[in-house]
């Protein structure tokens, strides 16, 4: 399986890459979603035993895709940050690693997600409800009245069989209108597309399932 795919979306080419990110090349523009940065933090003032490297992981993650594709604009679709307070409990050299991120393209659109609302004014981001560009809105949650859309927020994901081998993986979800993508974050669940809120999403265009495997991508028709 390659570690990228190439789709056609509402007119576009763009690439879906193994390593959670999507990129337009026409525009230059990356696109991820869902980091939930500081999630094991949050998790750990409840008494979960979580080790509190899930940010580092995923900003070296995203680091890497950016220095991979060099985009001139980067999309982070919602829930950037766990919690209001994710800000607060980031350490400094993360706080540095997130702007270096952002000040390595020329515009870094932050979209808010429901998680990111009343984040803490002292991080001094600025979020927007959403991006549109080429007839493509970029959302963290579907809205009705706008389409086609790329949103986050469902984190889906699919445990199925290929060739006889079990796989377990996040998924990219297409259809005609809608692309939804994976959750970028290390420490973030999923929600199996077999759920019915996938067929509701999809209507009477079923979502396709983008299933990523380690460092491969393979499209997939969904498994009853």
């Known amino acids: 399986m390659p570690s990228s795919l190439e789709v056609d979306f509402a007119g576009q080419r763009l ?7 999507l990129y ?3 525009r230059r523009m990356l696109v991820v979603s869902d980091l939930h940065l500081e999630k094991a933090s949050f998790l750990t003032q409840f008494g979960s035993p979580l080790a509190p490297y899930d940010t580092l992981d995923t900003l070296n993650r995203l680091e890497a895709l950016v220095s991979k594709y060099r985009p001139q604009s980067l999309v ?8 209001r307070h994710a800000w607060e409990r980031l350490e400094t050299t993360a706080r540095q690693q997130f702007k270096a991120i952002c000040g390595a393209v020329d515009t ?25 560009l080429d007839g493509l809105t970029f959302r963290h949650e579907p809205d009705s009245h706008a389409a086609p859309q790329i949103i986050g927020h469902f984190h889906p994901k699919l445990r199925t069989s290929l060739q006889g081998h ?11 209108n809608l692309l939804i993508m994976p959750a970028f974050g290390s420490f973030t669940g999923g929600l199996d597309m077999r ?13 396709r399932p983008y299933i990523i495997h380690g460092r491969t991508i393979a499209a997939l028709d969904l498994p009853s």
């Open 24 to 26: 337009w090349s026409a």
């Open 108 to 132: 870094c659109h932050l979209v808010e997600g429901n998680h990111d609302i009343g984040l803490l004014s002292e991080s001094g981001l600025t979020f927007t409800d959403s991006v549109t």
């Open 15 to 21: 690439v879906l890459d193994a390593a959670l990110g």
């Open 76 to 83: 982070m679709l919602g829930d950037s940050f766990h919690d």
């Open 195 to 207: 759920d019915p809120v996938f067929a509701e999403l999809g209507a009477d265009d079923p979502l």
């Open 166 to 176: 079990r796989l377990t993986g996040k998924c990219f979800a297409i259809n005609q």
